[in-house]
C-alpha cells in the first residue's frame, strides 16, 4: 500500500483509509461486531493504516468498535476520530445539536480515549462548525489536548476555507474531512485551494458517494428503514434517475481500463493531490479488495481530464443532505 503525508504534518497514513461509520451506524442494519472487526482486521492485513470513526456514530458503538479492532495492532495505524454534538442516544441520528464549547471538547476525549483503548487520539476532527463557539477557541482546546498529550493532530469536518483559516491561527490544521468526488466536486472551488495555501491535507469521505458510483445503486433499489440515504434529496427514486447519467460515464472508462466503476472514482480523487486520502467504507470484504485496486490504477493526464471534462457536464440532481442539515456544512 501506497503512503501519504497530510499536508505539511508529518502524519503519514495508508493512500486509502476506512471509514468506519456504515459498520454501526448510518446505512441500514449495523453489522454484527465480529464481522465489523473482522473486517477492519482485513484491512490492515492489507495495507490500510487509517481509520476513521465519530462518537456520534451508534452513538458510542463504532468507536468501541474501532478500539477493540485495532488493538493487537495500535502503534502501527492512526485513528481519527471526532467531536461536537450534543448527543442524544434517543435521536435517530445520534445527537440533538452541536456542542464545541471547550470543556465539551476535553470531556468528549476522555470518553473517546477510553472507548478506542488508546491514550492518545492520532487525529481530532471538529465534526462541524459551532457557530457559537469561536473556531478560535476550539483550536485553543484541541491545542490544550496536544499539551497534554491525548491528542496528536488537530482537523476540521466540512468547514469552509475561512473558517479554516481562522483555525490555523490558533493551532495548525493537519487535515479536513468534507465530501468530494466525481458525483461532488463543490471543494474545489474555494476548500481546496485554501488547503493547498495552508499546508492542510484533505480527506474526502463518501469518495464513492455513498456507493452511487459504484453501479449497485439503482433507481429501483430499496434501502434499510435506518438507511440515511433515505432522506437524502440525491436518493429520491427521480433524481436517482437522472444522476445515473454519472455513473454510466465512470463505467465507460472502468471498461476501457479493465477496472470497476468504484476504481475508477478513487483513482480520479487520489491523482488530483498528493495530499489526498480518501477514506470509503464498505461492509463487505470483496469490496474493501476492489477499493484497495484503486490504488494501482493509473490515470493519464488526459484520461483525468476527459473523465473530469464529461463528468462536469452532467448535472447533479439534487442536494446531498437534507436542508436541516446543509445549512451546518461550508462556514
Not at 492542510?200 to 458517494?209: E, Q, T
Not at 480518501?278 to 473523465?307: D, F, M, S
Given at each position: 500500500m501506497?503512503?501519504?503525508k497530510l499536508?505539511?504534518?508529518?502524519?503519514?497514513?495508508?493512500?486509502l483509509g476506512l471509514?468506519?461509520?456504515?459498520?454501526s451506524f448510518?446505512?441500514?442494519?449495523?453489522?454484527?461486531?465480529?464481522d465489523?472487526?473482522?473486517l477492519?482486521?482485513?484491512?490492515?492485513?492489507?495495507?490500510?493504516?487509517?481509520?476513521?470513526?465519530?462518537?456520534?456514530?451508534?452513538?458510542?458503538?463504532?468507536?468501541?468498535?474501532?478500539?477493540?479492532?485495532?488493538?493487537?495492532?495500535?502503534?502501527?495505524?492512526?485513528?481519527?476520530?471526532?467531536?461536537?454534538?450534543?448527543?442524544?442516544?434517543?435521536?435517530a441520528?445520534?445527537?440533538?445539536?452541536?456542542?464545541?464549547?471547550p470543556?465539551?471538547?476535553?470531556?468528549?476525549a476522555?470518553?473517546?480515549?477510553?472507548?478506542?483503548?488508546?491514550?492518545?487520539?492520532?487525529?481530532?476532527?471538529?465534526h462541524?462548525?459551532?457557530?457559537?463557539?469561536?473556531?478560535?477557541d476550539?483550536?485553543g482546546?484541541?491545542?490544550?489536548?496536544?499539551?497534554e498529550?491525548k491528542?496528536?493532530?488537530?482537523?476540521?469536518s466540512?468547514?469552509?476555507?475561512?473558517?479554516?483559516?481562522?483555525a490555523?491561527?490558533?493551532?495548525?490544521?493537519?487535515?479536513l474531512?468534507s465530501e468530494y468526488?466525481?458525483?461532488?466536486r463543490?471543494?474545489?472551488k474555494?476548500?481546496l485551494p485554501?488547503?493547498?495555501e495552508?499546508g492542510?491535507?484533505?480527506?474526502?469521505?463518501s469518495?464513492?458517494?455513498?456507493?452511487?458510483?459504484?453501479?449497485?445503486?439503482k433507481?429501483?433499489?430499496?434501502?434499510?428503514?435506518?438507511?440515511?440515504?433515505?432522506?437524502?434529496?440525491?436518493?429520491?427514486?427521480e433524481?436517482r434517475?437522472?444522476?445515473?447519467?454519472?455513473?454510466?460515464v465512470?463505467?465507460?472508462?472502468?471498461?476501457?481500463k479493465?477496472a470497476?466503476p468504484?476504481?475508477?472514482?478513487?483513482?480520479?480523487?487520489?491523482?488530483?493531490?498528493?495530499w489526498?486520502?480518501?477514506?470509503?467504507?464498505?461492509?463487505?470484504?470483496h469490496?474493501?479488495?476492489?477499493?484497495?485496486?484503486?490504488v494501482?490504477?493509473?490515470?493519464?493526464?488526459e484520461?483525468?481530464?476527459?473523465?473530469?471534462?464529461?463528468a462536469?457536464?452532467?448535472?447533479?440532481?439534487g442536494?446531498?443532505y437534507?436542508?436541516?442539515?446543509?445549512r451546518?456544512?461550508?462556514?
Amino acid at each position: 500500500m501506497q503512503k501519504r503525508k497530510l499536508g505539511k504534518s508529518n502524519l503519514e497514513v495508508s493512500a486509502l483509509g476506512l471509514g468506519c461509520m456504515g459498520l454501526s451506524f448510518g446505512l441500514g442494519q449495523p453489522v454484527s461486531k465480529e464481522d465489523g472487526i473482522a473486517l477492519i482486521r482485513a484491512a490492515f492485513e492489507r495495507g490500510v493504516t487509517f481509520f476513521d470513526t465519530a462518537e456520534v456514530y451508534g452513538p458510542y458503538t463504532n468507536e468501541e468498535l474501532v478500539g477493540e479492532a485495532v488493538a493487537p495492532f495500535r502503534d502501527q495505524i492512526v485513528i481519527a476520530t471526532k467531536f461536537g454534538w450534543k448527543i442524544d442516544p434517543n435521536s435517530a441520528r445520534g445527537s440533538s445539536g452541536l456542542d464545541s464549547r471547550p470543556e465539551h471538547i476535553k470531556k468528549v476525549a476522555e470518553g473517546s480515549l477510553r472507548r478506542l483503548r488508546t491514550d492518545v487520539i492520532d487525529l481530532f476532527y471538529q465534526h462541524r462548525v459551532d457557530s457559537e463557539v469561536p473556531i478560535e477557541d476550539v483550536a485553543g482546546a484541541v491545542k490544550d489536548l496536544i499539551r497534554e498529550g491525548k491528542v496528536k493532530h488537530f482537523g476540521l469536518s466540512e468547514a469552509g476555507g475561512k473558517s479554516s483559516r481562522r483555525a490555523q491561527k490558533g493551532q495548525p490544521v493537519t487535515a479536513l474531512q468534507s465530501e468530494y468526488s466525481l458525483w461532488w466536486r463543490e471543494p474545489e472551488k474555494e476548500v481546496l485551494p485554501a488547503l493547498e495555501e495552508l499546508g492542510i491535507g484533505f480527506v474526502p469521505f463518501s469518495p464513492l458517494g455513498k456507493g452511487f458510483l459504484t453501479g449497485a445503486i439503482k433507481e429501483d433499489t430499496q434501502f434499510e428503514k435506518n438507511d440515511f440515504r433515505n432522506i437524502v434529496p440525491r436518493f429520491t427514486q427521480e433524481n436517482r434517475k437522472a444522476n445515473q447519467a454519472m455513473v454510466d460515464v465512470i463505467g465507460r472508462f472502468a471498461q476501457r481500463k479493465k477496472a470497476t466503476p468504484a476504481q475508477i472514482a478513487l483513482a480520479w480523487l487520489l491523482a488530483q493531490k498528493p495530499w489526498i486520502v480518501p477514506i470509503p467504507g464498505t461492509t463487505k470484504l470483496h469490496r474493501l479488495e476492489e477499493n484497495l485496486g484503486a490504488v494501482r490504477i493509473e490515470l493519464t493526464p488526459e484520461e483525468l481530464r476527459e473523465l473530469a471534462t464529461t463528468a462536469s457536464k452532467i448535472p447533479v440532481q439534487g442536494e446531498r443532505y437534507p436542508e436541516e442539515m446543509q445549512r451546518l456544512v461550508g462556514r
